[in-house]
């Protein structure tokens, strides 16, 4: 190297270079696996009785082939999913149609009245995978809304802010109360 | 160097390549960063569903992909045009999914065994009856933990 050269003055050239690898890092979408976790039920002994649930606490939903909806025997519409479910998991009023409540005592809560409803989903052979989504898409957002409204209440933040034993608490007092029903076969083959 | 040494020549400032070497590395690190979530090429075209309510999938070292949808063009030949599953990096068969949970358990520290969440990622005009035969499947492999990948957004219909 020539002695008396003033080299050009690369000191920030770090700096740029750590600019243009957060950029980068903060813009480009690193395939993150966005959807909704569930949790199948273990199989069942096959000699074992249905357990017995009362007609008010069960909630069926129904899709079918063409992907069209029943609640409880009645044609209804996506859009009202989510109120639907609010209102039989929630019972706000003690409704006599619509699920009991269990009073259980919660860690960080209470005493809680846990709604003893369980949401029935049955779907078709032939129903679309996108139709199966968005339905559990609805009831999803139905018990987040729930979910939201008791940590709001209880803990004065969000869900998705509060600590992990009061989120817990929380899922015990709002649970996740979907069955799924074994799919009829109508729509099998096209 | 005989370009410097003459004394009337007009001195032209070196180029430091000092730094030269911080670049690289980033962006080495950079598609190392990118690459390395491309795991297995896709044999089946999947366009996941949309939905409201997505929440990130954590933990992606104990994540196993169930992929389904319909066969690529080149493949179809081979698998025809109905929906089909891919497990690692080949079409299977329904049947399979037991033996793949199984590997996939095996590849795991026993500690972690039982936190392996199934990712389903499914094209979304797949046929629920499809979907319902893996669902069993993993019921009796013993994978409870699923997990329905969808994208962020308004309703997709």
Redesign the interface.
Known sequence: ??R?????N?SS??DI??L??TF??MT?S??????????????LPPNQDKPEVRERNIFVVKINSKDRLLYNGEIGR?EDLKDRAKEFLGNPEDKSNLPEKETMNIDLLGEMRVSKGVISLQ????????????V??EL??AI?EMRNELAMDRFGQKYADITEPQRDAIDQAIPIAISEAE?T?I??KK | ?AR?TGKKAK??????M??MS??IF?LL??FM??TT??ESTLYVKIV??Q???????EK?SL?SYIN?GTPMKEQQAKYGTDSRIQLNDQIAEVSDIIQFVEMEKAARVEADRPFI?T?I?????????L??DI?QE???A???????????GE???
């Not at chain 1, 008396?4 to 050009?8: D, E, Q, R, V």
């Not at chain 2, 939905?51 to 999938?57: A, H, I, R």
């Not at chain 2, 990622?121 to 046929?127: C, L, R, S």
Request: proline content about 6%.
């Open positions: 190297m020539a008396k050269t003033p080299g050009l690369t050239m770090a270079s750590f243009l690898l980068f890092l480009s690193i395939n993150t696996d966005q959807g909704i976790a569930r949790r199948l039920p273990p199989p996506i779907n078709d052979r032939g129903t679309s995978y996108d139709m199966y989504l968005q559990q898409n999803a957002a987040n799919p076969k729509g099998e | 160097m410097f001195e032209t400032p070196a180029l430091n000092g730094s911080d670049i980033m690190f950079f960063v990118i979530m491309r996941v569903p939905g409201t309510e997505v929440s990130k999938l992606k994540v389904v969440t990712a990622k499914a094209d979304k005009d797949t046929k629920m009856g979907i319902s669902k993993l019921r009796k013993g994978a409870f933990k699923i997990f329905y990948n969808a994208r962020k309703r997709g219909r």
